[in-house]
């Protein structure tokens, strides 16, 4: 009998080897792999083809890798998302993609994934329908469950899979906070069964386990327990709770449809999955995860300004400050070799003290630590400048304490090497007047707290080319940040916008309001903090220079005023308009409000009609920069997709 041919297809290859064994390679166009609709459905046509293969003991078994150096599958395709919001086809393509999965599970050969790089979503999803999987054990191995971040949950049965294999807790856990886990990790928790060192070792691992019919095993039954009779609603009802201490379930559907679907199914794994369907239609074409897909895609946009080919090692920065040395700090985290300067050396101390505290909760492992201290260097006396690629200044808002340091600067750069200033106001051409060529002057403005705010405005002054804008986006990207290019204008972009939010609240304080109902009206409508608290974390001191720059009064004798002439500046120094304990504000009862959002709306809507104006005076390219840019920066409700886009949609 004739054996039909393989079909041709554009995102696998496929070949069998002298031993029966087959290896299935996915390769799909552009630098990442997709599960497109495409990819899906030439994987029917090949499963169909596996299946006669297995049959007739033509097949021993089928090891599924990566053709990309970056990763084994980064998911669905996204670009189609839009599309596949349609309730008349997303249903039925969900279905047939379930089915798929089943059938490759039901294989009767073996069917080895290896993985190395990113795994995520899909790409998980399709492993986890594999029989064992093999992944490679270094620090580019990222194996997780993204979704939750657009809005929706793991489609394509992979709420079941990780159920079966990891136990209903900790795979709800994955799949509901979006975390991408390492993979030691991965293994520890049964989501891979082997770990081997180098990617070279992936096709002889992967041969071994299919040769030996090795079969991944199940969660064990004390981890099922957990999703099984009453004590399953009580489990999800603990997880609604801290679902709500992160997000509002009427802006964020997402994780409560997906702990509505594991009480309903959690204690079966297939009924899990067949619950997706009918959970997953009414997420994919909300308002959140449309607008959380814009978000990505503006995200995705900003690493394409970068100059490519720019490589950075060293890093110099000036002022030992909360900024300057959380800069410095950040960047020996990402692997940069970091000079900090300042005055002296106990002025230095505090912020290696700080460095060591971001290494230790951000590094697992006690020579990562020792290796990240290593990198970051006192330097009181500049010996620095000369050797970095990238020479930050990050000293206080003063003209002319600014133009004084980089008068003393020029000379001793060497040539190519970035000059930066994290002014968060004042525009570049005023510091770069006494400089012999103010073209290499550009800003690197950080947002506070360094480590977890992602936005670094790359701030072009009229004397800068092309080229010093794309290097400087380039290092924010190298170090691990979203650079947005903004045109030198007081405040530039961010500051710009938030100043007449926090200031018309604390206007509001002032008049007698309760900062603690401000502040909840903010967080009713979807912002990350609210303005009072937001204040006192960016520093009083800060906010009242910034207003100053911009031109906005800070009435003498004010409440503000006297708390800054007092030196309490918020959390830095433990008070501000509040308390603060352990980096926390310590609030008292928040009055009752009739409609909170509401409130929340007026309260940001004055920072909406600055980010229009921003736009209209050209200090963003377009509408999608600022709002990216602002919700970076402030954490502006993504699931509205900007303050344009909010307002677009009637929702300030």
């Not at 180098?198 to 002889?204: F, G, I, K, P």
């Not at 449309?290 to 970068?306: D, I, M, P, Y």
């Not at 970035?418 to 510091?431: D, F, H, K, Q, Y």
Request: glycine residues 10%.
């Amino acid at each position: 009998m004739i054996q039909p041919q393989m079909p041709e297809t554009k995102n696998w290859r496929f070949h069998r080897d002298v031993e029966q064994l087959g290896w299935l390679t996915i390769d799909t166009p552009g630098p990442v792999n997709t599960l497109s609709r495409e990819a899906i459905a030439e994987l029917e046509l090949l499963v169909e083809r596996f299946e006669q293969l297995a049959r007739s003991n033509e097949l021993a078994g089928i090891i599924l890798l990566s053709g990309k150096d970056s990763g084994f599958i980064a998911g669905a395709d996204i670009s189609e998302f839009d599309a596949m919001s349609d309730f008349s086809v997303l249903p039925d393509a969900l279905r047939r993609t379930h089915a798929l999965l089943a059938r490759i599970e039901q294989l009767t050969i073996p069917v080895v994934a290896g993985i190395h790089g990113f795994c995520l979503g899909g790409g998980l999803e399709l492993a986890l329908a594999c029989h064992y999987r093999v992944a490679v054990n270094d620090d580019k191995t990222r194996i997780g469950f993204p979704e939750v971040g657009l809005g929706i949950f793991p489609g394509f049965g992979g709420t079941g899979r990780s159920i079966r294999q990891v136990g209903p807790v900790d795979a709800m856990q994955i799949m509901l906070t979006g975390k991408m886990l390492r993979a030691g990790a991965a293994r520890g928790l049964n989501l891979v069964d082997k770990l081997v060192r180098h990617r070279d070792m992936l096709r002889w691992e992967a041969r071994k386990a299919v040769l030996q019919k090795r079969r991944s095993s199940e969660a064990p039954f004390h981890k099922r327990a957990m999703a099984m009779g009453p004590l399953r609603g009580y489990v999800a009802n603990k997880m609604r709770e801290q679902a709500r201490k992160k997000a509002r379930q009427e802006h964020y559907p997402a994780p409560f449809a997906l702990i509505d679907l594991f009480e309903r199914h959690g204690d079966d794994w297939q009924a899990m999955i067949a619950g997706e369907v009918d959970a997953f239609v009414p997420l994919m074409g909300s308002s959140a995860a449309t607008n959380l897909r814009r978000v990505f895609f503006a995200s995705e946009g900003l690493k394409k300004q970068g100059t490519k080919g720019v490589r950075f090692a060293r890093v110099h920065v000036i002022g030992a400050g909360v900024m300057g040395g959380d800069i410095a700090a950040w960047c020996a985290l990402r692997g940069m070799s970091v000079t900090l300067q300042d005055l002296d050396m106990e002025r230095i101390k505090p912020a290696l003290d700080r460095a060591k505290k971001l290494f230790r909760k951000r590094l697992k492992k006690k020579h990562e630590v020792d290796a990240a201290v290593m990198r970051l260097e006192a330097d009181a006396t500049g010996k620095g400048v000369g050797r970095a690629d990238v020479i930050i200044e990050a000293v206080v808002e003063k003209l002319e304490v600014k133009q004084a340091i980089f008068g003393g600067l020029e000379d001793q750069l060497k040539p190519g090497a970035i000059l930066a200033t994290n002014t968060s106001s004042i525009e570049l051409e005023r510091i770069a007047e006494k400089l012999k060529q103010p073209e290499r002057l550009i800003g690197l403005h950080f947002f506070n707290p360094v480590a977890q705010l992602p936005l670094v405005e790359v701030i072009r002054s009229s004397f800068n080319t092309d080229a010093e804008i794309g290097k400087g986006a380039a290092f924010a990207l190298a170090i691990g940040k979203s650079p947005v290019v903004v045109k030198s204008a007081p405040g530039f972009l961010v500051n710009r916008v938030l100043m007449p939010y926090m200031l018309g609240a604390v206007e509001r304080v002032e008049r007698g309001e309760s900062p603690e109902l401000l502040d909840a009206a903010a967080v009713a409508f979807g912002m990350p903090m609210g303005p009072i608290e937001l204040m006192d974390t960016v520093g009083l001191d800060v906010g009242k220079s910034v207003a100053t720059e911009l031109g906005h009064a800070v009435p003498e004798g004010s409440r503000f005023d006297r708390l800054v002439k007092d030196g309490k500046l918020g959390r830095k120094t433990g008070e501000g308009f509040y308390k603060w304990v352990d980096g926390k504000a310590q609030k008292g009862e928040t009055p009752a409000h009739a409609d909170l959002a509401g409130l929340g709306r007026e309260l940001v809507k004055p920072l909406v009609d600055m980010t229009e104006v921003v736009v209209a005076e050209g200090v963003v390219a377009n509408e999608q920069l600022a709002d990216i840019g602002v919700i970076m920066g402030t954490g502006f409700a993504p699931f509205l997709g900007g303050p344009l886009k909010a307002r677009q949609d009637g929702r300030v």
